[in-house]
């Protein structure tokens, strides 16, 4: 049992540069959720889905998209890094919003 | 809006030496308080999910209560496997069922 899966785990971007971070759950749970985790802030939402076919701003949403695919897949994009994109990125998934959230094992990326 | 504070920041604990762990925290009406715990280089695990002042909920040599205001993370006789970070989230009873997180406990169990 995979649980949520991210590609890639590791990956540095020339400013500048865009790339999609994948994100995929099998527990067939509704919602799915990134984060990013900086030293000394703590895990802060970027955006949300609470079902397939929705999505919504969190609190740090400016400079991604994002992209509910189906019900297992949410990606998320920058279009144009910068380096204050340098962060761990955690995707998240709940079977319904309040339950326990499901966390896949991050993505290191940083932005030169 | 709300917030989420975890004291202290870190701590060193000598195995078997009992602490606790303290999240305060302000919000809207609570729908519930989640524990995690964080191993480095990798995601949140869950924990334990707290959702009215009073409730306890244990787990190994982890305990976790509730009241109106804050939690306690009471960890018994540690062991070094007990060593992570270990992070707090609320999440209100309305709006868009966002977790709000507190920066965490660094824990570090001496043998």
């Known amino acids: 049992n995979a649980g949520v899966t991210q590609t890639p785990k590791f990956q540095v971007l020339k400013t500048g540069q865009s790339m999609t971070l994948q994100c995929a759950q099998d527990m067939n749970h509704n919602s799915m959720y990134w984060y990013r985790q900086d030293p000394g802030m703590g895990l802060r939402l970027i955006y949300y889905?609470?079902?397939?076919?929705?999505?919504d701003k969190g609190e740090v949403p400016n400079g991604y998209n994002v992209s509910r695919l189906n019900k297992r897949e949410f990606s998320l994009r920058l279009e144009s890094a910068a380096p204050s994109q340098t962060s761990v990125y955690f995707c998240a998934s709940t079977k319904q919003g309040n339950t326990e959230a499901f966390f896949g094992q991050g993505t290191r990326l940083t932005v030169v | 809006e709300d917030q989420v504070t975890q004291s202290p920041e870190a701590l060193r604990l000598q195995e078997g030496e009992s602490s606790s762990l303290n999240c305060s925290y302000t919000v809207s009406g609570l729908r519930g308080l989640f524990w995690y715990r964080q191993d480095p280089g990798k995601g949140p695990e869950f924990l334990f999910t707290l959702y009215s002042a009073g409730e306890e909920k244990e787990k190994e040599r982890l305990k976790a209560t509730l009241t109106k205001k804050e939690s306690f993370l009471h960890i018994t006789a540690p062991k070094p496997e007990d060593s992570a970070t270990y992070l707090c989230a609320v999440q209100a009873m309305y709006g868009n069922n966002r977790l709000a997180f507190g920066k965490g406990n660094q824990v570090v169990v001496i043998p």
């Open positions: 889905s609470a079902s397939e076919g929705t999505t």
